[in-house]
């Protein structure tokens, strides 16, 4: 029998939504700002990161995520595990589209959603009751919902592409 940890699943799933979401709703109220990689281009002729991830995005992902834990019962370093190994799993996606020379914010299916909700899924086993199938059903379940949120987001015009 599946041995599954709804609310420390239910809490991380939260807290990857805030880490997540800052940097989207960040670039819409402060507008953009300087690429992390700071413009640097490897050899093959792309950008390490490319000019959609700011130092800024990560800070207040960071930030967020920390300051949210408590109000759900964490403190605040689970909500910064898990704001850092989120972005750091949207930082190695994009550094894979760059090698694939996708221009930044094209939609790679999967590699777009699983990194950023998988890394801190399976770090939160550290500090929280969590098993693989929880972080299974955690990722599967942020995959499918940042799709449809990615929409929503667009049409509300928070997103600048609907996915």
Same mark, same amino acid.
């Given at each position: 029998?599946?041995?599954?940890?709804?609310?420390?699943?239910?809490?991380?799933?939260?807290?990857?939504?805030?880490?997540?979401?800052?940097?989207?709703?960040?670039?819409?109220?402060?507008?953009?700002?300087?690429p992390?990689?700071?413009? +640097?281009? &490897?050899?093959d002729?792309?950008? @390490?990161?490319?000019?959609?991830?700011?130092?800024? !995005?990560? $800070? =207040? %992902?960071?930030?967020?995520?920390?300051?949210a834990?408590?109000? +759900?019962? &964490?403190?605040?370093?689970?909500? @910064?595990?898990?704001?850092?190994?989120?972005?750091? !799993?949207? $930082? =190695? %996606?994009?550094?894979?589209?760059?090698?694939?020379?996708?221009?930044?914010?094209?939609?790679?299916?999967?590699?777009?959603?699983?990194?950023?909700?998988?890394?801190?899924?399976?770090?939160?086993?550290?500090?929280?009751?969590?098993?693989?199938?929880?972080?299974?059903?955690?990722?599967?379940?942020?995959?499918?919902?940042?799709?449809?949120?990615?929409?929503?987001?667009?049409?509300?015009?928070?997103?600048?592409?609907?996915?």
């Amino acid at each position: 029998m599946l041995d599954l940890h709804f609310l420390a699943a239910a809490q991380i799933f939260f807290l990857v939504v805030v880490a997540n979401g800052t940097p989207v709703i960040a670039k819409k109220i402060f507008g953009t700002a300087r690429p992390l990689d700071g413009g +640097i281009v &490897l050899a093959d002729g792309q950008p @390490l990161f490319g000019s959609s991830k700011t130092a800024r !995005g990560i $800070l =207040l %992902s960071a930030i967020a995520s920390s300051l949210a834990a408590p109000f +759900i019962g &964490l403190s605040w370093t689970t909500g @910064l595990l898990v704001a850092v190994t989120a972005m750091a !799993g949207d $930082l =190695l %996606s994009s550094f894979i589209k760059r090698r694939l020379k996708l221009p930044p914010g094209s939609m790679a299916l999967g590699l777009d959603q699983i990194p950023e909700s998988l890394f801190p899924a399976m770090a939160c086993r550290w500090v929280l009751p969590v098993s693989i199938p929880d972080v299974l059903v955690l990722t599967a379940v942020f995959f499918a919902g940042e799709l449809a949120a990615s929409r929503a987001l667009y049409t509300l015009n928070i997103r600048d592409r609907p996915y």
